[in-house]
């Protein structure tokens, strides 16, 4: 993590000038008392006639769990025509006669996640101030916890701060971070050897990398900014821009899909880089965050968790764990260095059915297979 110092500097004549002007001319630094005129009417909130009595705030339920919602009249003589119930932004259902209880069905609890539930009552015509309450909606498995067997081990190069990495048609490509060594490179599996490498600007830190048709997309940190490369020959093609952090990437389909460090993974459309949908990743206990580098593997997306020697394997649906991958002591002590730093970048060959992992400035990169 980085910060930047920000240097404020003052004015104190300037600040003077503007503060004995604005005084004299009446509208600041003087008090005035108006009445408030009697043609303008203040508008009272509409006080309440239903409140949630379940649930409660924070309450937690599993994936494709019902949701019980029981309402109370806060006044027997103000009888709503109607409390229409919303979940997570959709209309779920109207009630209009007691008993004032409804179950959401299984329907709407499809992902996981902090959702929102919401009552709107109306009488006479007019909708009262709604009740808003928030829920957690957890895994309904216990993810696995998979091993691992390292199949065959290759150079990797030390001074590579790994940040994507992608193999397709026999060749890999990977991108590396840090300011002033951020870089998109074609790397020879065997030997580790950069066959070709393009630098960014100085000041931006690479994130991850992904390949859409003939296309490599590239993102940076906290710089807001992305590319597109022509793939047979790393020629830019256009920016792409987006609002939070860029961390990982990787491809499902017809869309790129992206982490930002956090527990959300988003889903963009390729062209014009439009956000389209997002998850949020839990297991059955807790929200997963830090989520890193990305891979679509066998119709699941791989993360790994930053700072840790965990990939998580996540729906893509519904945004739960199904296992994580335990890669703790994949490189030995002995190959270890001050600079080696964390797991870090997944790539998979379809076609070969293989699966390679390294680390932030690894000196090797393995073929690994999943032990359930």
């Known amino acids: 993590m980085r910060t930047n110092n920000t240097r404020f500097i003052f004015f104190p004549f300037i600040i003077l000038l503007i503060t004995w002007t604005l005084s004299c001319s009446g509208r600041a630094g003087k008090e005035t008392h108006e009445e408030t005129p009697s043609n303008i009417i203040k508008t009272e909130k509409a006080e309440r006639s239903v409140r949630m009595v379940v649930p409660e705030e924070n309450t937690s339920f599993r ?26 932004g959709r209309a779920v259902k109207t009630l209009t006669t007691a008993p004032w209880e409804y179950s959401i069905p299984s329907s709407f609890t499809i992902t996981t996640g902090r959702k929102s539930l919401k009552i709107t009552a109306f009488r006479e015509g007019k909708s009262q101030n709604p009740v808003t309450r928030f829920m957690i909606i957890f895994s309904d498995v216990i993810p696995k916890r998979n091993g691992y067997r390292i199949v065959k081990s290759y150079p990797h190069d030390e001074n590579a701060f790994t940040q994507g990495l992608i193999f397709e048609n026999g060749k890999l490509y990977e991108s590396t971070g840090q300011e002033t060594e951020s870089s998109l490179r074609e790397v020879d599996l065997t030997t580790g050897k950069v066959i070709r490498q393009l630098n960014l600007e100085s000041s931006l830190f690479g994130e991850g990398i992904t390949i859409w048709r003939d296309r490599i997309y590239h993102v940076t940190w906290r710089s807001k900014v992305g590319f597109v490369y022509e793939k047979s020959t790393f020629k830019m093609l256009n920016k792409i821009y987006y609002q939070t952090e860029g961390w990982g990437l990787t491809t499902i389909d017809d869309k790129i899909v ?10 963009f459309e390729p062209e014009l880089f439009t956000a389209v949908s997002r998850i949020e990743v839990y297991d059955n206990e807790r929200k997963v965050d830090s989520l890193n580098e990305l891979e679509y593997i066998n119709g699941e997306i791989w993360a790994n968790i930053w700072m840790t020697d965990l990939i998580a394997r996540i729906d893509p649906a519904s945004g739960k764990v199904i296992a994580y991958i335990d890669l703790q002591g994949l490189l030995p002590e002995s190959e270890r260095s001050e600079e080696s730093n964390v797991l870090n970048g997944i790539a998979y060959d379809s076609v070969g059915k293989r699966i390679f992992v390294t680390g932030k400035n690894w000196p090797r990169l393995y073929e690994i297979t999943i032990i359930q």
């Open 63 to 88: 994936l494709y769990e019902p949701v019980k919602v029981v309402l109370e009249l806060t006044d027997d003589k103000r009888v709503p025509d109607s409390v229409l119930i919303s979940f997570d």
């Open 258 to 267: 992206m982490s930002d460090g956090t527990n959300y993974i988003g889903f």
